[in-house]
């Protein structure tokens, strides 16, 4: 594993790479997981229907809603593609993400009629159902991790580099600041344009965070290693909020490990 310094220096470098590793060793694994994505999508939008729209889900309007989904779906991609070039996969699948998200507050909120509530739903279907799996994966990292502090930092990498350069934007924050600075997001340009800029705050950087690493410590990491449950990365601000950009910190209160 690099050490602490060098993870820095490569977050803050600006040198994502143009390809990223899912396409440059399986070039044709990302249009599989895609249709795989969107399968899923439209089984979990399904599943969400009772709760998002009760009503309609007892009117037996399911396959009305599910129809309107995908004709708000296909309108959105077609909006928003050009954003970004059509060769770049990693840039084409951010956008379908976001587009799914729209797509589903877009089709549900006629019958839902609850903004902040659908948003939170969303939310937990992009994502934060599963996070306590996810923040046992993380836990267990920490566990046995030589550097706690390193592995947030690589997290933050991994995370760059996942977003790439169409459609954000990336501030130089100091080589000692352990942190990643968006000032410009692809997602939430585009729910800004549909006049929805808080669904931001379901999807991008602000459900990675919590996914992976949640507000508290895992209590098991507590009792097998306390200096790794201290590492948290923690988003610390928000373009979803109304804020100037999105602030991603690996924060933690040992300096042991650094």
Sequence with gaps: M?????LRRSLHSGATP??????????????????QAHRAWLRSVAALLPRAAPQAALAGQQQLILSALELQYARLLAAHSPRVPADDARAQGHVSAACRVLATH?????????????????????????????????????VFAPRPHALGL??????????????FQFAAAGEEQDSLVITRCLY???????????LACATCCSLDS??????????????????????????????????????LRVVSSTETDR
């Design 210 to 247: 919590a996914s992976w690493f949640g507000a508290r410590p895992s209590a098991v990491l507590k009792v097998l290693r306390p200096s790794a449950a201290a590492v948290r990365v923690r988003l610390d601000s928000s373009l979803a909020k109304g804020e100037g950009a999105c602030l």
């Design 188 to 198: 939430w340009e585009i729910f800004k344009e549909e006049g929805l800029p808080g």
């Design 154 to 167: 690589a997290t933050l990498r991994a995370l760059r580099a996942d977003y790439g350069q169409a459609g």
């Design 18 to 35: 143009e390809v990223h590793w899912l396409d440059a060793r399986f070039p044709r694994l990302r249009v599989w997981l895609e249709s």
């Design 106 to 142: 877009l089709a549900l909120l006629p019958f839902s009629r609850d903004s902040e509530a659908l948003t939170a739903l969303i939310r937990e279907q992009a994502g934060m159902a599963s996070s306590p799996l996810l923040r046992f994966i993380t836990a267990s990292a920490l």
């Design 2 to 6: 690099r050490s602490a310094t060098q």
